[in-house]
């Protein structure tokens, strides 16, 4: 394995995207720059021409150099596919979340080791690809054992680990939500919480209702976890606003909004990257992967960003409605289909993430942070949505070691 011991210099970047920039310049370019690592962290950016000495120097060759994606939504635990769901989708049959129950089957009957084989090929997928923080949620297990032995694998990829044992109601308490409800709170959470750092729940017609989606969240609030909502996908609904009034750092896929949701979402920024660059707003996460992948309409990134709400981008990676690790894939997606200026979307996909996971040590080029960052096989942040579906990613730092 690569070490990332003694110093080392990121040199001839023609355009870097810092992401520490300030109004009117979110991303913070610099040109002609250069990045000095150590011992795995971010230790000096400016110009190339002022660049330190180093023990050893990476050439950019004038391309451009971002920070790694953070993609802060993905449920990557789980067996089988469901390649079949989606052909028949594209042949006109509606998404409904149905097939949530398939995969459940299948993730039961998977031992440890091809869960966790799964696991690592699509991390392994995503890393390649630029992906240097990725959240990983539970939720296709729905016992306490089979949520516990999801997280605790999850843990062995990431310290984003999310609680999701409230993503439906499996067959055996279909008449009985309230009971299952009684377990997710109760001994689901305590076999789960040990691996988690958020809990997370699907608030839909179909999944969970607003009073449980409330007693979830407050449940997982209680033992410490964070708070993150599948809000208002399949139709209008409560989630967005539940999720704001509980403080949650991030309600994810917004693709349904009310004027009283954006209301909501806007009222309740806090207006301040702080001097540590935290956020304590409720950050909107767009995912667009889902809605190409369920022909659905996407959602309305330009009322959320032009009522000043902090927007993230994601890829919902899954079996079912969104199967996709591709960062740059919903970039250009958000560009193309939803508005998103490229320097919106990068932000998005970059600190954006890092808002959305409440991390200050990711997301951004400065000194301080995690050496996390990709060098394009291209000048500009632009060609990401401009060269759609092309391999732009030429090589991935992570924790200052080359991948
Ligand atoms: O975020 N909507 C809920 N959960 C996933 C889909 C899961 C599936 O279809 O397997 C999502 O889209
Ligand atoms: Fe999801």
Redesign the pocket.
Known sequence: MARNTGSLLVDDIGELVTNDGRAGDPLGIRRDAAVLIEDGEVAWVGPARDAPAADRRIDAGGAAVLPGFVDS?A?LV?AGD?AAEFAARMAGEP?T?G??RT?VGATRAASDDELRATVGRLRAEALRQGTTTMEIKS??GLTAADEARSLRIAAEFTDDTTYLGA?VVPAEYANRPDDYVGLVCGPMLAAAAPYARWIDV?C?RG?FDVDHARAILACGQAVGLGLRV?AN??GPGPGVQLGVELGAASV??CTHLTDADIDALAAHRIDCMCADGSHTTTVATL?PG?EFSTRSPYPDARRLLDAGVTVALAT?C?????YTSSMAFCVALAVREMRMTPAEAVWAATAGGAAALRRTDVGRLRPGARADLMILDAPSHLHLAYRPGVPLIRQVLHNGVPQ
């Open positions: 939504h449920h789980f469901r998404y979340g097939g949530i995969t939720g296709y993503h699907f839909e999944a599948h996908q399949l994810d896929h995912l889902a919902d899954n079996p079912g409605s969104s």
